[in-house]
């Protein structure tokens, strides 16, 4: 006869199982994509806490956002320091991932977490990139045509870009246009996130840095 302990253990293999394995080649789910408003307060800081709550509601324990979206589409990007861009990127890649454990463990289907990298220059981009590998964000957006010093996009996509996952060991997934500026998306890996709500040391670090 099993255990409890066994019992509990066979029931969240099965509840893992059904969450589909990341492939190679990223296809973006279909669904409901939520981008989420940033709780800043007023010396423009993340208010982490309330971000957190904003992320669990849109998540509605599982019956709510196929995709939440952070840091894209609200019309926020250059309203938002560097530096808080990238703690907003930690929070929302923290957070989804214990909504997630949470959904696993409940056998409901898990959430994605997007993240928007885009800023003001091509240094800062990149380095927001580089940090939403970090935080193994499901999928990062750029709109290339926002950044003031861009210059060549072919060059900075093919390039810069392509170095970056090449570099850190990552495959770009697709590449997608739209009527609006160039959209950029691309799978990030699944490495082990940080155990702490995010990185204190971050608040020390220069805002191109992660």
């Known amino acids: 006869m099993e255990t409890a302990s066994q019992q509990i253990g066979t029931t969240k293999d099965e509840a893992e199982k059904r969450v589909a394995p990341r492939s190679s080649h990223y296809t973006p789910r279909r669904g409901l994509s939520i981008p989420a408003i940033t709780v800043l307060d007023e010396n423009g800081r993340v208010i982490e806490d309330q971000q957190r ?61 997007w993240v928007g990298v885009t800023a003001t220059t091509r240094s800062e981009t990149l380095a927001n990139l580089d940090c939403a590998l970090d935080a193994e964000a499901d999928a990062v957006v750029i709109a290339p045509l926002s950044i003031s010093d861009l210059g060549d996009l ?10 970056l996952f090449d570099h850190r060991g990552r495959s770009r997934s697709s590449l997608e246009s739209r009527c ?30 992660c």
Do not use: C, M
Not at 198 to 208: F, M, Y
């Open 154 to 163: 072919v060059s900075f996509v093919q390039r810069e870009v392509s170095d």
């Open 53 to 113: 709550n904003v992320f669990r509601y849109l998540a509605q324990d599982g019956l709510g956002a196929d995709i939440i979206f952070a840091a894209g589409t609200t019309g926020e990007w250059n309203r938002i320091s560097n530096i808080e861009r990238q703690r907003l990127i930690w929070v929302a890649t923290d957070e989804v991932a214990q909504i997630n454990q949470e959904l696993v463990n409940r056998r409901r289907q898990t959430v994605e977490a």
């Open 180 to 209: 609006r500026p160039l959209v950029a998306s691309w799978e990030t890996t699944q490495r082990p996130r940080p155990t702490s709500k995010t990185k204190a040391s971050l608040e020390s670090t220069s805002a191109t840095r």
